[in-house]
């Protein structure tokens, strides 16, 4: 069989394997609309998709395409489309990485492992498969790997393909903005691609000026619904919930202050690490406020996740100058500093979300299973201290992926929970619920179609009754 025939035939047994994967992780998600895609649905119900872009958010332009298609077909169906739709995507960002990482290492196990991450390692409560909404963050993990690569000597048909991934990337989450620095080093660095890589930066750039248009431009997430009154006592209660979570405030930039971007980096290393840490130390570690605890729990865990990859790093460049791949583990720790950099002056605080921490977490590992084949592989003493750090560091990534495959999101409310993995069907019967309220109502009175009763996994669709209407 020649080399060709077989990665197709691996990558097409890859893509299965990354699809029943994420179905059986995200299984549950579509019995019930998720938390961060019911405002983007009641928008795109009501509205056209121009006039959707500015009402929530900084322009998350793919998943809004992907939501306003869905919500043409029968509503009774959405979240199972959606779910459907989402792990489609996740698994296609997987195999791009396998693609990628086994172009740049020639080993079928490493890139196989490596398009595993974007399904076992996001952290406990975090719960992004099977969501279309949160498709933004695999696919700037997928583009990472590409400009971490520095995969730019394809064909023409694919640079287009770059291209647009990296303009839909741009316009869906602005933290895409940190792989210019790479490509404008790039650029100037590598003259036989210029042409690719400036096609390449112009799509990205030109997504970022529509995301950042959009966060200049955005209004308050429930414009669509227009004027409306209280004249419902479950609409008032849950406009109150809603604005009680802030769910009504319109996010914008903070101004940029030096100092308080410093303040936040420890707090935002200590969530980082402890979050990197299995339980039940991530638990416990995180709630720690002694000063003399954070900074032991802090030296500890830096020890056991830095110190190994840099000793790898530094080893095999010294045994190796010309392998790819300690340039490849440089070009991510980059964007790893970068993106938690941006995220904490965009937040204007410490990073204290699990979402936020995706795509420096996958960057992470990516390195490390990267590095592990090329120090094994070695035969001097300094291998072994090396070799027993890294396989320990697998043996950590294992027990991650083991306690975060099912990770029930409504169990530590009011902090994680959105109501995915549900047993019963919850969104048909509210559907069913909302559409009887609506037959004695007139066709411009607000619904709401509440899955459960408890506001922080209920995640109401709030929308007018001529919306939802059969």
Known sequence: MSS???????????????????????????????????????SALSQ??????????????????????????????????????????????????????FRATNRY????????????????????????????????????????????????????????????????????????????????????????????????????????????????????????????????????????????????VPPFDFSNLIQGIPGSIKYFLTQMAPEPFASKWILTESVLSNLFHV??????????????????????????VPQIVLRLSVIFVLVEALQIYLIGGVVQTRQLLFAPICCYWLAIFLLLPRTLKTKLKFQYAISIGAVSLLLVFGLLAKQNFRDPLDVKLPLVGNGRYEEKDLWRPALRIAREKCDTLSPDAIIIISQKTDIWVDAPVVVKCKFIAK
């Not at 077989?6 to 994420?22: C, E």
């Open 109 to 252: 196990s490493i890139a196989t492992l490596a398009g595993l991450l974007l399904i076992l390692v996001p952290l406990p409560g975090l719960g992004m498969q099977g969501v279309v909404w949160n498709s933004f963050w695999p696919m700037f993990t997928a583009l990472t790997v590409v400009v971490c690569c520095s995969a730019y000597e394809t064909s023409k048909s694919a640079t287009i393909g770059l291209s647009i991934l990296a303009f839909f990337t741009a316009a869906s989450n602005p933290v895409t903005a940190v792989l210019l620095a790479l490509i404008v080093f790039d650029y100037w660095c590598n003259e036989f691609s210029r042409k690719k890589i400036l096609l390449l930066a112009s799509s990205l750039f030109t997504g970022l000026l529509f995301s950042l248009y959009v966060q200049v431009r955005q209004e308050p997430q429930y414009r669509y619904l227009g004027d409306w009154t209280q004249e419902l006592a479950q609409t008032s209660q849950t406009f109150g919930w809603i604005e009680e979570a802030g769910g009504s405030r319109v996010r914008g």
């Open 48 to 101: 056209n998709f121009f006039l959707s872009l500015n009402d929530y958010s900084y322009g998350t332009l793919f998943p809004r395409i992907i939501i306003h298609l869905a919500v043409r077909s029968p509503l009774e169906y959405l979240p199972i489309t959606l779910f459907a739709v989402a792990s489609l995507l996740w698994a296609l960002y997987s195999l791009i990485i396998f693609w990628l990482i």
């Open 299 to 324: 030296f500890l865990l830096a020890a056991v996740f830095f110190v190994v990859p840099l000793g790898a790093v530094l080893f095999l460049r010294s045994r190796n100058p010309d392998s790819p």
């Open 4 to 42: 060709k025939n077989k990665l197709r035939y691996v990558s097409l047994a890859n893509f299965v394997v990354y699809l029943v994967l994420l179905i059986g992780r995200g299984w549950g998600a579509h019995r019930m609309l998720n938390n961060e895609e019911r405002i983007a649905v009641g």
